[in-house]
């Protein structure tokens, strides 16, 4: 079972950056793809963007298109969201998950497993 553990949330005024950081231990990390998923109040808990074992595949919602972008470090066991040109709209609590299985890239919320706890991202007006 892998453990995840987020960091680098925080307040930001729109417009601002903020970089996301998940550490992974507990299995081989770069045999899994990685997602970042986000949850606002009362709505539903959505895939922000995802990046396979390699890193060579990235995916990622219309909604964070161009200002958002995923990578990882297999070296250090870690994913990274750098988040620029931060609307209010983003603002959510921002999981990392690992997908369940290994060599396989999908974007289902049901194919990822392993949840972090989560890190708060709030952008102000």
């Known amino acids: 079972q892998v453990q995840l553990v987020e960091s680098g949330g925080g307040l930001v005024q729109a417009g601002g950056s903020l970089r996301l950081s998940c550490a992974a231990s507990?299995?081989?990390?770069?045999?899994?793809?990685m997602g970042w998923f986000r949850q606002a109040p009362g709505k539903e808990r959505e895939l922000v963007s995802a990046i396979s074992w390699s890193g060579a595949n990235t995916y990622y919602a219309d909604s964070v298109k161009g200002r958002f972008n995923i990578s990882r470090d297999n070296a250090k066991n870690t994913v990274y969201l750098q988040m620029n040109s931060l609307k209010p709209e983003d603002t959510a609590g921002y999981y990392c998950a690992a997908n369940r299985a290994i060599w396989v890239f999908t974007t289902r919320t049901i194919d990822f497993g392993s949840w972090g706890q989560g890190t708060q991202v709030t952008v102000s007006s």
């Open positions: 507990g299995r081989t990390f770069s045999r899994y793809a």
